[in-house]
């Protein structure tokens, strides 16, 4: 599917990265069914089709109906339907019943993007105000975001079926073949004092990324890999979802109260471990980095092998020292940990859980107007992790990015960095 069609010869560069932008949320829904983008296996997941419906929404609810006098919305009933959170806006529809929504039908949604994109182009065709470039730059970036979370979703809810469904018919090449992956080191850290944060001068960053301030840091040493597979189970096989000792009060009672005992994906068939992906399911690959476990799963495996968990000042300052987006194309799996870089995997395979509990820093503004309701409404209860993963496009990553999860949650692409204290 295209979704934006001009000549390229009339397009400015704005034009040219909308198009791409939006397109690129039509290309991840082409191995998709219309009952596949109806989808929604729990309350956290969304269907592919809200999520189609929502980013539109966002152009249309702060963009074209308060800056375009002339515009009329394409339908009224949207405002509520597709509403996130943004109280500011008014109603939302309940997040949990997103799945119930079979009307309006992708069909509908799909003209409802292509009527937006035509509204906006047309827009920029002419001479805009910078204000309005802001709206836009946040609103590519915003779906962006929802292209990384359409992913996730469409691997949750292909997951509860028993048929294990696959979204890609088959696996790259290289991801079965044995490879000698780099043993798990600590590089030493120095104290220092260092800046952390943008003032967003240069590139797009969002309000919880702002502004640069200075933290000190003790010294530290921290893992040159994620941890794999193959030494989560360790973990697994030594009674580490049995002994209280590793985890966190709550942690305990999570997985006390939810009878888990293994990462949300893997699966133990014949006394052989599965792990559920993109893909369907397939043999655990023992030399790929650990996925979709918890804050409570990553903290209680720090523990376990007596190390600890990173701050997200930590983790930006090693990646300035070593950062290096390593994909050069999208994959559907975490990549394996090897090249010649000094820290691997920091952007290409799983957002790494931090011990930073998601906070504002000092000087903390929200974005002016209803669209303050971003981030800054979410700063409490809720840990920060760093990085990037395989769904994560690449012109979204830096290395002030902050993402934040609930403690309990591990649908999402999450993994584990180790750090340890050095004294």
Not at 72 to 91: D, Q
Not at 294 to 311: D, I, Q, W
Request: aromatic residues 14%.
């Amino acid at each position: 599917m295209r979704e934006c069609a001009l000549n390229n010869t009339n397009q400015t560069e704005l034009i040219k990265r909308f198009c791409s932008v939006r397109s690129e949320s039509l290309a991840i829904i082409e191995p998709l069914t219309v009952e596949d983008c109806q989808l929604q296996a729990m309350a956290d997941a969304s269907p592919s089709k809200w999520h189609l419906a929502h980013t539109t929404w966002f152009f249309e609810t702060f963009l074209l109906s308060v800056h375009c006098k002339q515009y009329t919305v394409f339908n009224p009933h949207y405002k509520m339907l597709f509403n996130s959170y943004y109280n500011g806006i008014g109603e939302q529809f309940k997040r949990a019943n997103r799945g119930s929504l079979s009307r309006p039908g992708l069909d509908e949604v799909l003209a409802y993007r292509e009527h937006i994109n035509s509204c906006i182009i047309e827009l920029l065709e002419s001479e805009v105000s910078p204000q309005i470039k802001d709206i836009i730059d946040l609103g590519l970036n915003h779906e962006q975001q929802h292209q990384e979370l359409m992913l996730m979703d469409i691997k949750y809810n292909f997951s509860v079926n028993p048929l294990f469904p696959q979204y890609q018919t088959s696996l790259l090449t290289n991801q079965n073949k044995p490879i000698h992956i780099k043993p798990l080191n600590f590089i030493n850290f120095e104290q220092a004092i260092i800046n952390i944060g943008t003032n967003a001068d240069d590139e797009f960053a969002y309000d919880n990324e702002l502004p640069k301030h200075q933290v000190l840091i003790h010294p530290f040493s921290f893992a040159n890999r994620l941890v794999t597979n193959g030494e989560y189970l360790e973990f697994i096989n030594t009674g580490g979802y049995s002994d209280p000792q590793y985890w966190l009060s709550d942690g305990w009672a999570n997985i006390q109260n939810n009878k888990l005992t293994k990462p949300l994906y893997w699966h133990c068939i014949n006394n052989e471990w599965f792990e559920f992906t993109h893909y369907g399911l397939q043999p655990l690959n023992l030399n790929a980095p650990i996925c979709h476990v918890s804050y409570f799963e990553a903290s209680a495996y720090a523990n376990f092998v007596k190390a600890r968990l990173p701050t997200e000042f930590e983790w930006e300052y090693a990646a300035k020292n070593d950062y290096l987006v390593e994909a050069e194309e999208r994959y559907l799996t975490p990549q394996l940990a090897k090249g010649d870089t000094k820290i691997s995997q920091l952007t290409d395979s799983c957002w790494q859980w931090t011990n930073s509990a998601y906070l504002p820093y000092p000087g903390f503004k929200p974005i002016e107007g209803v669209a303050g309701e971003y981030n800054g409404k979410f700063m409490n209860n809720q840990m920060v992790l760093r990085g990037g993963c395989v769904f994560t496009p690449q012109n979204h990553l830096r290395q002030t990015y902050r993402n934040f999860y609930y403690p309990h949650q591990a649908w999402m692409c999450s993994g584990i960095r180790l750090a340890k204290d050095i004294v």
